[in-house]
């Protein structure tokens, strides 16, 4: 996992995300350029956005179908032996039938043209392992791994949040204690941490079952797995630039004008501080995507991530290309939505 | 509370308050720690988990009724089929024309008897009459002779497949209660085969279903009816209300107690031993190997040895070092497999010395089983003598400037266990005395099972195993790999003449002693070749709740059977 801070360099499609985040207010947009704001330009802007989402899943679906198809080994051969559960080879009579059935035989770039001509029908195929098709498949699970990663990411700012506001500019060792707790939280493995949790919070204390399920007291572990370390990266994206906020003058006369210390952090430096974590949570809500592959592995949770590791080991090619169109889709979106939330949170950026 | 006997905690057959046989045979099939390695995993669990209160032994009456929770490990893609994780599961929907007892006695379960003609080559089986489907057809002997046209002309199961493959010739009803199989070449293995459930009876009118619904919910005439499958978390058992054909060696007759059973995948050990302790679940499946001990303490543990090919290092006999016998030999002499295994599994899984049929297999030869104790004198000569005179700077032996170097490739987490990683590693830091240089390739369920290490130049030793209750699985696992007639399941790409006539004539010796003989020859040239070492036995256990009684593991493969389950108070 790439380190937190490096996460918005990453994102070069980001319009200047440092640009008028940190600073003390000036004014106008420092640029100087005055911003369009004619129908057109929105609507050239709009297109543009959606034609490069539709890139980025054909993207992703090329990349699915190039490393399901061409890895080693023979995929007939495969979902025969997963039949029986034996790891030989096989006789092309053998074979035949099931290459006819999944047209394994076809020249690469005929099953590519009729696999994205598929996608392109909005058809993403039948499940070459359990018969039925890809939106069943995934359909049936979207709904508890969603629910796991939107929950998670929602405690993980309240978390984050909370230490923050209530550790950062303080006293030396209170500060030091807030980023320490955070950089503990940042590192945790999630797997270490689910079996931790369910040791000691479902095994040991009874608290939680043991066994998943999608209730809420099966989705508490699975949540806090997921949130506590994510808690750690946005808490440390946050305390660096609130850090920075409340030595701006801007805090300095909102105090001498006899702001209480709570609305000060609260009402005018946060929302200079949480413009890094709003970035942050586009590229977390992916990751708590894969995230979930573990913890519904660790709590015996369905959902997404076992229905995508499942279809990795049969080379499932249609199922693993819709979880990953899917969560593509989820990237694409989660980035509007940050796109979106800049506007509310500085208003300067409002066309 | 701590018990100076584990005995006392244990369910007592005496005080059920009802009519039962006891099983399994602990002598036979379950190995259980004894003496003092008990008393400190008790003091671990009195403070180490909470506490279950009642003894197991206290509850006597049984309860009609209640939802059997069993939290299993892998989910299969599909309820039928020809794997053993799918046979668990259609075990309990569909009943086979035989069942295998205690030590191999094959008792009458859909066919009430049987015959096989002088030559051998007819069998004719008499099926029990009043049986229906689930779906209200009757049982017949045109609906048995289907399913054998199912798995062996359209493909249904490729594991009936490797089974009987080389010997069917035909199946046809006589009258609806007379079912006559003919065999091209005698095969006396014939009726331990047919009691496995990759031989369970489905009913007709379910075979003409598309495949997706046979996956979904086969149907036939057992004690459990599919009633649903969430996928990646449970499938739905409920009970069969008309049962009234349970193999003769069930515990009861008539339909199962209890009313259905949640089959839950639960894959983390952790979480499966634990809900057995929080009681969410009233079996776990695969007692974790550290908890055993404690298990034993609070639970009913049941151990199955799985008999067939136990789990062993097939050695590439046609490519690279151990081509040469000599060289099989010396790894098979240095290193300490038995420590291995013990070390890694906590001694609660066996050593299986014998390369080709496990301690559990009817036929099993012993002898073969202590061919090579560790001894690293004569690993050494036996390389000498091969040719690997030298020893290059980092202790690798090299024969004109080759390093002797060989390749593990094994499936982690598919074929090999967490603890059997373990057993490997433990043999490649053992092998480096000798002067081997092991290198351990693991491989991805996708990897291995697509074919990638199936050829003999993809690999030097590769770990398999391949549960059977006969040693005729010989005949799968050792049979000659040929252009005409391959056989690609020959791990170790032994090919030889004399041992598969062996083996042929064994499959089709009638006679258990001159059987019995025929096969341990076979394991003896297999041996003698060391063209596979035995490593652990296949293991499948069973921890049972103090609620539950009478869950059982059945001897053909050791799925667990809940028809005889009741719970108590």
Known sequence: MSAPTTLPTERPDQASPGGGTG????????SGTPRRTSPRAVLTRLVSRVLGAALVLLGAATVVFAVQTLLPGDRATLLLNLQTGEAIERTPEELAPI?????????????????????????LGTSFQQHEPVTQVIGGQILPTVQLALGALVLAWVLSLITVLATAGRRRWIAGLGSGLEAVAASLPHYWLGVILLVVLAVQAGWFPVMGGTDLAATVLPVLTLAIPLAGFLGQATRDELDRVLEQPFVLSARTRGMGDAAVRVRHALRHAVVPAVTLSGWALGSLLSGAVIAESVFSRPGLGQVLVT?????????VGGVVIFVALVYVVANLLVDLAYTVIDPRRRP | MYPTLSTTLRPDPALTGHE???????????????????????ALAACGTTATGADPGEATTRVD?????????????CLYG??????????????SLVSQAEDGEIVPWLATAWTVSEDQLTWTFTLA????????????????????????????????????????????????????????????????????????IQSPASLERPDEEICEAPIGSGPFVVEGWDRGDAVHFTRNPDYDWAPENALHQGPAYVDGIEWRFVHDPVARFGALGTGEAHVVYDVPTPQWEVAEARFDVQQYITPGRPVALGLNTVEGPFADRLVRQAFAFGTDREAAVTSAFHGVIPYEGNGSISQSTPGYNAEAADDYPYDLDRAVALLEEAGWTEVDAEGVRTREGERLEVSIVYGAGSIITAEGTTVLQNIQDQAKAAGFAVTLVPATREELFSGKYSGPETYDAKPGYWTSPTAGVLHITFRQHLEDSPNFSNSSFYNDPELEEIIVEANSTLDPTEQDRLYGQAQQIISDQAASIGLYTQTTSI????????VWLEDSQGEPVFHDAHFVE
């Open chain 2, 543 to 550: 921890a049972v709740g103090p609620e539950l009684r009478d």
């Open chain 1, 311 to 319: 279809a990795v080991d049969s080379r499932d090619l249609p199922v």
């Open chain 2, 20 to 42: 039962r046989r006891v099983r399994p045979d602990p002598s036979r099939r379950a190995r259980r720690a004894t003496g003092l390695g008990l008393l400190l995993p008790v």
């Open chain 2, 129 to 200: 009459e009043g049986v229906t489907f689930t779906d209200g057809t009757a049982l017949d002997a045109a609906a048995v002779s289907r399913n054998l046209e199912y798995w062996l002309e359209e493909g249904g199961n490729s594991t009936v497949a490797a089974y009987l493959a080389r010997y069917y010739a035909d199946s046809r009803a006589i009258d609806p209660v007379t079912l006559e199989i003919t065999l091209t070449e005698p095969y006396a293995p014939l009726l331990p085969a047919l009691s496995q459930a990759y031989f369970g």
């Open chain 1, 23 to 30: 600073e003390a207010p000036r004014g106008p947009e420092p």
């Open chain 1, 99 to 123: 290459n006819a059935r999944f047209g394994f035989d076809d020249p690469v770039l005929v099953q590519y043209g009729s696999y994205v001509g598929g996608l392109l029908r909005g058809d």
């Open chain 2, 82 to 95: 020809g794997w053993v994780q799918q046979a668990y599961l259609s075990r309990q929907v569909l009943d």
């Open chain 2, 65 to 77: 009724g209640g939802t059997i929770v069993y939290a299993h490990d892998q989910e299969p893609p």
